[in-house]
């Protein structure tokens, strides 16, 4: 049986009740961090700095798919809901 994402989330929310959960799309929340337009193939060694000041750790991404991937973690500004 194959389960997708959400399903997912729902059955970890229901063993873990003060998990909290956001879904917010890379380039929106590029933006919304570092007031810039997502642009990976042509900014990707400024993007990779400017993630890796937010999240003070080190950030060498090798495809836009880490850098999506590494953007939400902890970085300052991320106003998360809890229901």
């Known amino acids: 049986m194959g389960l997708n994402g959400m399903t997912v989330l729902i059955a970890t929310?229901?063993?873990h009740p003060s998990l909290m959960i956001t879904e917010t799309h890379p380039k929106v929340l590029c933006w919304h961090l570092?007031?810039?337009?997502?642009?990976?193939?042509?900014r990707r060694a400024a993007m990779d700095e400017a993630l890796t000041d937010l999240l003070s750790v080190t950030v060498d991404s090798a495809n836009e798919h880490e850098w999506d991937a590494a953007l939400p973690w902890n970085a300052p500004g991320i106003r998360l809901c809890r229901e």
């Open 13 to 15: 929310r229901q063993t």
């Open 34 to 42: 570092l007031g810039e337009k997502y642009d990976y193939v042509g």
